[in-house]
Structures are given as structure tokens and as C-alpha cells.
């Protein structure tokens, strides 16, 4: 436990500055772990010669297929005691909630089996305890495990999900996303913890349109929270705001940045909002934090398909579920429902390596629809089709047949 | 006769009241709103009339666990035991007691933590693992997220840029990072270097053909070993092919560039959600500190800081003035290489007599 130091001068010049240093942090625990010794040592030489020197490999836990991480060093014969850094990946409360008692019990237990460093949080949302050798990856995740925590997704599978704060201390919050997000993923912890899927499938939940998640961009399945009635208006906050802030003020920040017009003020300095109109952007109640609220008709939109980069570049979500209400119990096990016929339908329909996505861009969105059972809404889309190369011989009988399902359901 | 092996408590995702502040989980779903008295800091107001003060501090993520600890002492002694964290790796500690704030701020300030990153902030730079722990980065990630967040603490303290400013690093195309009002991202700009010797043994071939975006990867017989060869003019140099076969090796200490790009946005907040668009290539990967890179991200902030209406996201800044003078006010050269090529890409061209002069 006294290995002697690298020297590490590049690593050194990202100790000064105002912003905390993770460099300090490696340091002050190479003091006692020889594997962080080696692992300064083996980041610097990556700093001396720009390039990375972690391949991949396998490394798990008994009962589970994924979520370890494992990185084996390909400078293991400079680097010895770092030749394994594998990381392991915990899934956290919705919200990302900790006492202290809890953060300390995960501190002695990697202090005791890990190198000591942890990520609050990885891009996925997981709790990331770096730097485990092989033989004490099982033992570690043991006592994690007896904590209440278990392990996140890797690999092709559902991963780790992840929800803004939402109800616990938002008062945007249109739905309650730890419930949607513990129901929904405990659901399909063993799609998580097997991975047998094409690709990786990503839930996250944002209880409003300023969707602090970026689960439109970032997951594959996006629930937001919404409503459908009237913004709720306290006119008389409305008054103290105008008062507070000038008549110019509201009309610049709030009146004309409505991206619909649908607000205007008034000569006595109250709101007229064109309910109809709006889009639940939710730009005026960032705004006027005390005046405006959401309306009490709440819910979520559901959008499907969004992923970054690879492989046929960046897709946004599509809408496929305008409004759904999520009160009830029956409320929560169909939103369950919509991402399990997703799952199941990609699982039998993607390619391997094909994110829903893509796959929805491969077959088009109304084939995906009807293999989950929806119908299409013209929600769903920016604009109807421009081009004419389309057979629609079935024109007649799917008008039909719409009519005919609007009167059974009406 | 060996012990059975202990089988993991597939528990999913814990209940998150039992870590949530007091205050927090009594008014779960009934907050009424909130206002921000100073940068750093929120102040959230229930429906029943309790009021929780937030503080927000910038960490490095990727913490030892003496730094957890020294964040939960200052949890312990300034704020009844609890703290969240952001999906930015900010922490957050809650007080119920307005007096308390200062407090909770000098401790953190002395433990060397900025508290900031609300509002119209620069907020703590999103980012990946880089040389510390990912198979396949081109650069380093903790790093120039710290040399950066060194260069922007007085945005991260402070609330006077026009709207929230959200920034990512990521160290390969792949972008892990995210989406941002600035995305700072490497790039390779060499086809892979194949290691011939090795492709048989780790390589599933069909897999690593069916990687490539551009069907530039075919099987080969090289040296009368199974193998694979890259069409060099068609290859886009993405990286695809890396992960499943890591002898075509992507990553070059020279030739795999920073790249940044401007005006991604999460928000549905007045315009749609948007996209990250390429503004600046060909910048060094330069270690420890990156100045190249800072050096443009802060010109970017400067001019947007400058030029924007209150309220715009970068985005809609760049939406509202155009690109030609994006590009005018930053002096960052426009090129061939920022005209998309990429399917749907007509959908970003001008149809229109749409123009500055």
C-alpha cells in the first residue's frame, strides 16, 4: 500500500484553478490504494501520448448478464495494479436522492473493495462505482445489494432510467415521475438485467416541456408531463408582476415570446390567455413563477424514438401518445403497457444493433404504429406528406374504417 | 460441496422517499412556485405553505470518496443530512430555515465547491469518461471539463447570460455527452488504421460490415488471413466499426480534432427542441488544459452574451440574427464542410431569398 508515485506533470497543471479537481481526488486516494497509483500513472501517459489504453472484455456478477463495465488495461505491464478498472454500474432513486447515511455506507464500500472513485452520475443516470479488480466485483455488489440498490443497465438492454425532481420539489411537475419511473422500470427489470434486446432501450421521464431530462433527444421512450385544460392564472400576481416589472418587460419577455400569440396583456395589466392556441410550451410559466401555473388537467405526452449519433445520426423522439392521464393505478399500467408492446415489437422487428428509432425510419412510422396497436393522430406529425409516391387504392376503406371505430368509441 | 452462491434481491429502482429532505417528501406534488433570491441559490414555496431554500454547488463527478464525504459533513452540520444531485453532476443541498443559506454557502465555498450553475448560468459541463475509463476516446473527458469549468467559474457563479447556457463535451462522435448550447465534441478525420493480424481473432466481420453508416467496411483476404478493408473515399471516418473491432483502431494522437457545435437545445420552451449544429473543426487535442478549445467556447459566449434578447436560448439567438452573422460576430470560418451531405439534409439549405445583407 506504499507504491511509490508517478510522475504525473501534466496531470499536476489540473490541480490549480477555482473548479474542484478530480486530479486532487486520485491523488489524495493513491495515498493508501496502489491501483489508483497505477491508474495516475496510466492517465498521464494517455495525457503524454493522446490516446486511450481501455479495451473491453467481460466482467459480471452471478444472476446477472450485464452492468458491470469491464475495462482491462492495455499498458498492463507499465501499469500493473490498475490492469483491471472495471466499473460497475448502480441504478438510483428517481430524483437522484441520498442522506448522507447512505452516501457514506457506499463510500466505506467501495473504499473497501473499489478504488475509492464514484461518479454522481454517468450520462445514463447510473450511480458509477470506477475501478473494481475482477475477484472483488461480486463482493462489492453484494453489499450494495444489501443496501437496496441494484445494478444498473449495460449492453443491449432496457438501461437506467433517469426523472427530474419533478413532484418533490418542482412546481411544474404535471405527473408524479418517481412513481412513472419506479413502475415503468421495475417492470422490466429483467430486460435490464439480461441483455437479450437488439440495442440499448432508454426510458426518462421530465414532468413538464422544459424536459430537464433531454428525454426527447436522449431516450427512446419520452414521458412528459403536460395538461389539456387552461394555464391557471392568479391575476392578481399577474398585477404585482406588471407593477414589479413594467408593462415593457412583460410584453418583450412574455407576451412576444409566446411562440403561438396566444397571450395578451390587458390595459389593467391582467392576462388574457388563447387557451386553444396554446402549446404548453411552458415559457410564460417559467417566466411568472407566482402568476401562472399548468392547468389541473394533467398528464403526459409519450415520444418515441430518440437517440444520439450512431448509426444513421441524431433522431428526435416522435410523438405517439399526445395525452395520456396518469392518476389512477389502471393509468400507470397503461403507460407499463405502451412500453412493453414497444419492447416487445422492436424486440421481434429490429436488427441487431438497431435502436427503435431507427428502426421506426426503416419501416415508417405506420407500420410501427399498428405493431403497437396505435392509431395515428395528426399530433404526430409537423406536416402531412409532400410527396405523391404513395399507393392509396386503401383510401376509402380506411376512412371507412375510421369512422366506424369513432362511432363504436363515441 | 461448495456454499450456493448468494443470487442478487433484483430490487430495480429504490423508493426515493426514504432519501428525499423532510420537506421535500411532506409536499411531494404540491409545490406552488419558487423564485431565485441569488445565483446558486432556489426558493421553493408549497401549496401548504412550507418554503425550501436549495443551494447548488458544482462538483468534479467523478469524486473520491474523502471528497463524498467532506460534501456529506457540510450535509450533516448545514443541512439536516440530505442532498440530490443534478443531472449535471451539481449537488444540491435543501435547508427549510432561510438562515441557514449562509451558512450552508460559506461551508461550501471553504470546502472549495462554487455554488452556482442556476439560472442564466453556465451550468457544470455535462461529459463522458474519456482517457479514465471509456474503450474508445480520442481525448480526455473529467479534464477538459475541469480546465474549461476553471475558464468559466465566473459564468458558473454568476446569472447574467441571456438564458441558460448548457454545455457537453464528448470524446467521441458517438457523444455520449449530450446535447447542448455548446457541444464540444472530438472528431476523427482518418479512416481507420487497420491491424490486420488481429481482425480474425476479435472480429465478428458480418457484424462490423453491417456497422458502417456508408457501407464503406467489405470482407478481404489479407495475407491469406480472413480480414477486412475500408473504402477510404467513402469512409466518414464516424469510429462505428471500432467498438465491435477494436484493430481498426480510429483514435490519432494527431489527427482526431475537436469540433464544436452550437445550439442544441432540450427545452420545448418557445421553439421546438433543437438540434447541436457543427460552427468550428479542426481544433487540437491538447492536454492538460485544451486552450484552443476554451478559447473559441469563450469567444461563442461572449458574442452570445452580447448579442442575445433576454430569454433566447443560443439557438434561437442564432435563429433570430442568422447564421451568416453567427459566423460574422464569432470569425469563425464558414466552409464546404458545414453544408450537410447527410440524408434530409436539403431540409437545412435555403429555399427561400431569406438574407441579411
Given amino acids: 500500500m506504499s507504491k511509490k508515485m508517478h510522475a504525473t506533470p501534466m496531470l499536476d497543471q489540473l490541480e490549480s484553478g477555482p473548479w474542484p479537481s478530480f486530479v486532487t481526488g486520485l491523488k489524495r486516494l493513491a495515498k493508501d490504494n496502489d491501483m489508483m497509483v497505477d491508474l495516475l500513472g496510466q492517465l498521464e501517459h494517455s495525457y503524454q501520448t493522446r490516446k486511450g489504453y481501455w479495451k473491453g472484455g467481460t466482467a459480471s456478477v452471478k444472476g446477472y448478464g450485464g452492468g458491470v463495465i469491464p475495462r482491462f488495461s492495455e499498458i498492463a505491464d507499465k501499469f500493473p495494479e490498475s490492469k483491471e478498472f472495471h466499473t460497475l454500474r448502480i441504478m438510483p432513486a428517481p430524483g437522484m436522492h441520498y442522506d448522507t447515511d447512505i452516501l457514506r455506507k457506499f463510500c466505506d464500500i467501495w473504499e473497501k473493495h473499489g478504488s475509492g472513485l464514484i461518479a454522481l452520475h454517468g450520462q445514463s443516470g447510473d450511480i458509477m462505482l470506477q475501478g473494481c479488480t475482477t475477484e472483488n466485483i461480486q463482493a462489492a455488489f453484494d453489499e450494495v445489494n444489501e443496501l437496496g440498490f441494484d445494478m444498473g443497465g449495460a449492453g443491449p438492454s432496457v438501461r437506467t432510467s433517469m426523472s427530474c425532481v419533478g413532484h418533490a420539489r418542482c412546481e411544474h411537475s404535471c405527473f408524479d415521475e418517481g412513481r412513472a419511473h419506479r413502475t415503468v422500470m421495475n417492470t422490466f427489470t429483467d430486460d435490464l438485467h439480461r441483455p437479450a434486446l437488439p440495442y440499448k432501450f432508454k426510458f426518462k421521464f421530465s414532468g413538464c416541456g422544459n424536459d430537464c431530462m433531454n428525454s426527447i433527444q436522449r431516450s427512446d421512450m419520452a414521458v412528459i408531463g403536460t395538461w389539456r385544460d387552461d394555464i391557471q392564472v392568479n391575476q392578481a400576481e399577474v398585477k404585482n408582476f406588471v407593477k414589479a416589472k413594467g408593462r415593457e418587460y412583460v410584453i418583450d419577455n412574455v407576451v412576444t415570446r409566446c411562440p403561438t400569440k396566444a397571450i395578451k396583456l390587458k390595459n389593467d395589466d391582467t392576462l388574457e390567455i388563447d387557451n386553444r392556441n396554446c402549446v404548453r410550451c411552458m415559457h410564460c410559466i417559467n417566466v411568472m413563477t407566482k402568476a401562472l401555473s399548468p392547468g389541473k388537467d394533467r398528464g403526459v405526452t409519450v415520444l418515441m424514438g430518440g437517440k444520439r449519433t450512431l448509426k444513421i445520426g441524431d433522431l428526435m423522439g416522435t410523438v405517439i401518445v399526445p395525452f395520456m392521464k396518469l392518476d389512477t393505478d389502471e393509468d400507470f399500467e397503461q403507460l407499463v403497457e405502451l412500453g412493453r408492446s414497444t419492447i416487445d415489437f422492436w424486440a421481434e422487428n429490429g436488427l441487431e444493433h438497431e435502436r427503435c428509432g431507427e428502426m421506426i425510419e426503416r419501416i415508417g412510422l405506420n407500420n410501427f404504429l399498428e405493431g403497437i396497436g396505435r392509431e395515428v393522430d395528426p399530433n404526430m406529425i409537423n406536416h402531412p406528406r409532400t410527396n405523391p409516391y404513395i399507393r392509396m387504392d386503401g383510401w376509402d376503406d380506411e376512412v371507412a374504417r375510421l369512422k366506424a371505430s369513432k362511432a363504436q368509441a363515441g | ?357
Fill in chain 2, 1 to 357: 460441496m461448495t456454499a450456493q452462491p448468494r443470487m442478487p434481491i433484483e430490487s430495480g429502482v429504490p423508493d426515493h422517499f426514504q432519501y428525499m429532505h423532510p420537506t421535500l417528501r411532506r409536499n411531494y406534488g404540491q409545490w406552488a412556485w419558487h423564485e431565485r433570491p441569488r445565483p446558486g441559490v432556489l426558493h421553493h414555496v408549497s401549496q401548504t405553505g412550507d418554503q425550501v431554500w436549495t443551494v447548488r454547488a458544482g462538483t468534479q463527478r467523478q469524486m473520491d470518496v474523502h471528497t463524498i464525504r467532506k460534501l456529506c459533513d457540510i450535509a450533516d452540520q448545514y443541512a439536516d443530512g440530505y442532498v440530490r444531485f443534478t443531472i449535471r453532476s451539481n449537488i444540491e443541498f435543501m435547508v427549510a430555515d432561510e438562515k441557514k443559506v449562509k451558512p450552508l454557502i460559506d461551508a461550501l465555498l471553504k470546502g472549495g465547491f462554487p455554488v452556482g450553475g442556476t439560472g442564466n448560468s453556465v451550468s457544470m459541463i455535462s461529459h463522458t469518461q474519456g482517457w479514465l475509463h471509456c474503450d474508445i476516446p480520442a481525448s480526455d473527458a473529467s479534464g477538459a471539463v475541469k480546465s474549461l469549468m476553471d475558464e468559466l467559474h465566473q459564468e458558473f457563479v454568476n446569472e447574467d447570460m441571456p438564458n441558460r447556457v448548457k454545455i457537453t463535451t464528448s470524446c467521441c462522435q458517438i457523444n455520449c455527452g449530450g446535447q447542448g448550447d455548446i457541444a464540444i465534441n472530438i472528431q476523427h478525420t482518418k479512416p481507420p488504421k487497420i491491424n490486420h493480424d488481429l481482425v480474425a481473432n476479435l472480429c465478428e466481420r458480418p457484424s462490423v460490415v453491417a456497422r458502417c453508416p456508408v457501407a464503406a467496411i467489405r470482407p478481404a483476404m489479407v495475407n491469406g488471413r480472413p480480414s477486412l478493408e475500408v473504402d477510404e473515399k467513402k469512409c466518414i471516418c464516424c469510429g462505428a466499426c471500432y467498438p465491435p473491432c477494436p484493430p481498426m483502431q480510429i483514435n490519432d494522437p494527431e489527427h482526431s480534432k475537436f469540433a464544436i457545435w452550437v445550439g442544441g437545445k432540450n427545452s420545448n420552451a418557445r421553439t421546438k427542441p433543437m438540434f447541436h449544429k457543427l460552427v468550428a473543426a479542426g481544433i487540437p487535442n491538447n492536454p492538460p488544459r485544451w486552450p484552443e478549445v476554451a478559447a473559441i467556447v469563450k469567444k461563442i459566449l461572449r458574442v452570445y452574451k452580447e448579442d442575445a434578447h433576454a430569454w433566447e436560448r443560443m439557438g434561437e439567438w442564432v435563429e433570430r440574427i442568422g447564421w451568416p452573422r453567427f459566423f460574422e460576430l464569432t470569425e469563425l470560418p464558414f466552409t464546404k464542410y458545414h453544408l450537410d451531405n447527410w440524408r434530409g439534409a436539403r431540409a437545412s439549405l435555403n429555399a427561400s431569398v431569406h438574407i441579411r445583407f
